[in-house]
């Protein structure tokens, strides 16, 4: 079956440090790939998606890019910020296994980013 | 309202007691979706809607687990006999119809612990 696997935290970093959540997943089609994030005492909200290979998604200075060939999609930001902290989520949708149709995520990635 | 209401947010019961918890969708969203976060764990897929149909059950945990849907509305999540190892997070969220291109927008969660 389909799956996510992402660099478990939590992550520590100092402000405007350069980031990199890794993730790569297992799927059995062409999946379409989101980051999802959930600030403290919030709840998860999408942060950038790609639905094609080679595709970049990119927002608030996060950016990933869907590599097929590495079955992978890492999350970067060139200077992170303290509100930066929060847990991050990999996840893809697949309908092509013709099972259920929820995203299947990774455990997610605590970020902790001091001043 | 504007976002996914559930409710409650905390749930407190007593093992083998029945829970029911309830997600509110956006005004307007034909998909619905219940997902399952246990402590250090990922986001567990547990079923979806399709207007009030629920096309696919298997990611239900056992038959302890039940959801229903009044037409394109509020949603409803049963436990029946609660253990211990339900107590989670249990989250919903809506899209405006089910695909796999499709962002889900979700609640702040209902958090359960059975005692």
């Known amino acids: 079956g389909d799956s996510v696997t992402q660099m478990e935290g939590p992550v520590t970093l100092s402000e405007e440090a350069f980031l990199t959540i890794n993730c790569t997943y297992t799927a059995t089609g062409y999946p379409s790939l989101f980051w999802y994030v959930q600030y403290p005492g919030e709840g998860l909200q999408l942060l950038l998606k790609a639905t094609k290979a080679d595709d970049k998604g990119s927002n608030k200075g996060f950016e990933a890019t869907y590599r097929k060939e590495t079955t992978s999609f890492h999350l970067e930001k060139g200077s992170v910020q303290v509100s930066d902290s929060a847990v991050y989520f990999c996840?893809?949708?697949?309908?092509?296994?013709?099972?259920?149709?929820?995203?299947?995520f990774g455990k997610g990635t605590h970020l902790i980013i001091q001043p | 309202g504007a976002g996914v209401s559930q409710s409650p947010s905390n749930k407190v019961t007593e093992k083998g007691k029945d829970v029911e918890l309830r997600c509110d969708p956006i005004?307007?969203?034909?998909?619905l979706y219940w997902y399952r976060q246990r402590l250090g764990q990922g986001l567990e897929f547990l079923i979806y809607f399709q207007g009030n149909s629920a096309p696919d059950k298997s990611g239900l945990p056992s038959d302890r687990f039940s959801a229903e849907r009044t037409g394109e509305s509020v949603s409803t999540l049963t436990i029946q006999r609660t253990q211990q190892e339900d107590s989670a997070v249990y989250l919903c969220a809506s899209s405006p119809w089910a695909g796999q291109r499709n962002i889900q927008y979700f609640g702040a969660g209902t958090r359960l612990s059975v005692l």
């Open positions: 005004s307007g969203h034909t998909a």
């Open positions: 996840a893809l949708s697949d309908y092509s296994g013709g099972g259920a149709d929820g995203l299947t």
